[in-house]
């Protein structure tokens, strides 16, 4: 009985399943995209110029006054126009609502990582989350804006409100969901609370809180603007809420749609933000950021 | 092998040494009241190849888990040799553990996989990651330290997956029907680099499996095991020389090895 040589299979002989393998992007492009994604982006583009000529076409051809339906091109060229007032009012809505945000991943998270820890707390807290998520925000928000006087403050916890929970519960449930055999095996190798949490729970419950990320950033928006609707105030510190407002008294419609629009690039683009953050931290492994060739 | 190929006295192939550990009149009934294992009494010796064998919910993966103290029995004990020569019992040594999945964290690579257990231990990154990429190689999978889980064929999972396992250098390595979900060649493949690491790596291997032809290939001794309750029927050693490689899979000894062992397992349970 001689021992045999060390183990040295090549593996590439072991029955490989190559259809294991994720299909790496080989097509062709065009002007810096692949050749499939054009359909994609032009199909929506023409539909939506289409659209703007019949709607812009329909305003002339009937003489709607401008303060009833304004046409495409006035609502550009009002953008362009009272772009100064507008881009301020713009930067306020973003600062509240990145800020909220922030306050929403930080006690999301937060609390996720505790409830976890401590499934008194969960019994005890988790209630209480569920009823601030379904009360609606409009009704709690004069209540809020009268006792935490400062209006930038109410706005602020309106927006959190509102952005908090999709967190909270994806967070919770990725949490929960980390593969039981790897837990056992972190037992079994005797890892402490921190490690199991730290090596393994964060990173499984990671494309949970992604997916709660994304839905909480178009939600703390409408937090804010809602919040700003409730709150009324004026000034030369408004957001585009209290833009649209102060637009519509004035029946400057066509700068009642500029602000809308504003409100919703902005909302578009924080969807492709957390959409894109999402897929660069999730390609290398998560099933959600692979392609597959069928 | 001219002679009787299934020695009847049960750990008669034991390495002669004190057992590395000792199952005593072990039982486990679950909180439903189903009782998994019934009154279990084995030793483990040093160094021996393994197989618990038997039928789905015979209570094998179960006694496993006991041993690897994943589980604690309801009544009897396990116990460990102990580290000095006076006989006492000792604590639960580092052990490997392979899962029926490969069970690896998707979101790191190969090389970061194999280095858990070492970095759940406070080892040096450099020392972790120099020993896991040795470990890696030894499994055969030299160059593939930087591939994700989902870059990697079934197969090369488990290779992995056996990597971690024996990254520790563990005195004992257990594995739950570890090739269960792989096909036949893949599985063959598996079959013998893993005998070729424990010849090399001289641990203690305990192997669960429901195939009579995989026990048989890999095993010294056969442990059979029947359900309702879960119990031990027969244990019996397997007398063919390694290494064991295709020559002895298309044997005509393996084929009676083979013939005598389903034989006897069928005696067990009763079929």
Redesign the interface.
């Known amino acids: 009985m001689s021992a045999p040589a060390t183990a040295t299979a090549s593996p590439a002989h072991d029955g490989t399943d190559a259809e294991a393998r994720p299909v790496l992007d080989r097509e062709p492009h065009l002007f810096g995209l692949p050749a499939s994604a054009w359909p994609r982006l032009l199909a929506p583009l023409c539909i939506g110029a289409l659209a703007l000529g019949l709607w812009e076409f329909l305003v002339r051809w009937n003489e709607v006054p401008s303060y009833v339906l304004p046409g495409p091109l006035l609502i550009g060229q009002t953008l362009v126009e009272d772009w100064s007032t507008l881009s301020g009012s713009l930067w306020i809505t973003l600062r509240i609502t990145f800020m909220a945000l922030a306050a929403a991943v930080f006690f999301g998270v937060t609390l996720a990582v505790l409830f976890t820890q401590s499934k008194w707390l969960e019994m005890a807290l988790l209630p209480y989350a569920v009823i601030l998520q379904v009360t609606p925000i409009v009704a709690i928000a004069p209540l809020i804006i009268i006792w935490a006087g400062d209006i930038d403050l109410s706005l602020l916890i309106c927006a959190w409100i509102v952005a908090f929970f999709p967190i909270l519960s994806n967070t919770i449930l990725g949490l929960n969901s980390a593969d039981h055999n790897l837990v056992d095996y972190f037992k079994l190798h005797g890892a402490t609370r921190w490690q199991t949490l730290r090596f393994l729970k964060l990173p499984a419950a990671l494309p949970y809180f992604l997916a709660g990320l994304k839905i909480s950033g178009g939600l703390a928006l409408i937090g804010a603007v809602v919040a700003e609707f409730v709150a009324g105030t004026g000034g030369s510190a408004s957001g585009l809420a209290y833009r649209i407002l102060e637009s519509g008294y004035q029946l400057k419609i066509p700068r009642v749609f500029a602000a809308l629009i504003m409100i919703s690039l902005t909302g578009v683009a924080i969807f492709l933000a957390t959409s894109w953050i999402s897929h660069l931290l999730l390609r290398r492994w998560h099933e959600s950021a692979l392609k597959r060739e069928n | 092998m001219d002679t009787a190929y299934l020695s009847t006295s049960p750990a008669a192939s034991a390495s002669g040494t004190s057992p590395l550990v000792s199952v005593r009149r072990v039982s486990k009934q679950f909180a439903n009241g189903t009782l998994a294992v019934r009154d279990v009494d084995l030793d483990l010796g040093a160094g021996e190849f393994i197989s618990l064998l038997g039928p789905s919910g015979c209570g094998k993966s179960t006694l496993l888990r006991m041993i690897?103290?994943?589980a604690s029995p309801s009544t009897g004990a396990i116990e460990w040799r102990g580290a000095g020569q006076d006989g006492a019992a000792g604590a639960r040594p580092d052990?490997g553990?392979v899962?029926q999945?490969p069970?690896l964290?998707?979101?790191?690579n190969a090389l970061a996989n194999v280095m858990?257990?070492l970095?759940?231990?406070h080892v040096p990154r450099r020392e972790a990651a120099e020993r896991a990429a040795e470990m890696l190689a030894?499994?055969?999978?030299k160059g593939?330290e930087n591939s994700?889980?989902?870059?990697?064929?079934?197969?090369?999972k488990m290779?992995v997956s056996i990597a971690r396992a024996l990254v520790m250098r563990p005195k004992i390595l257990l594995m739950d029907e570890p090739f269960a979900a792989?096909?036949e060649?893949?599985r063959h493949?598996?079959n013998?680099?893993l005998?070729?690491?424990w010849?090399?790596e001289r641990f203690t291997a305990v192997f669960v499996t429901h195939s009579v032809f995989e026990s048989v290939y890999l095993s010294q001794r056969i442990v059979v095991m029947a359900a309702r309750p879960g119990r031990v029927m027969a244990d019996f050693a397997v007398d063919a020389?390694?290494?064991r490689?295709d020559l002895f899979r298309t044997s005509a000894d393996y084929a009676s090895l083979c013939r005598l062992a389903s034989g006897r397992l069928k005696e067990a349970i009763g079929s």
């Not at chain 2, 964290?105 to 790191?108: D, R, V």
């Not at chain 2, 030894?138 to 999978?141: A, D, E, M, P, R």
């Not at chain 2, 994700?148 to 090369?156: D, F, I, K, Q, V």
């Open positions: 690897a103290g994943l052990l553990f899962f999945d069970t964290m998707p979101w790191a858990l257990p970095k759940l231990k030894l499994v055969g999978l593939f994700y889980p989902r870059e990697l064929s079934g197969g090369m290779r792989l096909d060649i893949t493949r598996l013998d680099d005998l070729q690491l010849w090399k020389p390694y290494p490689d």
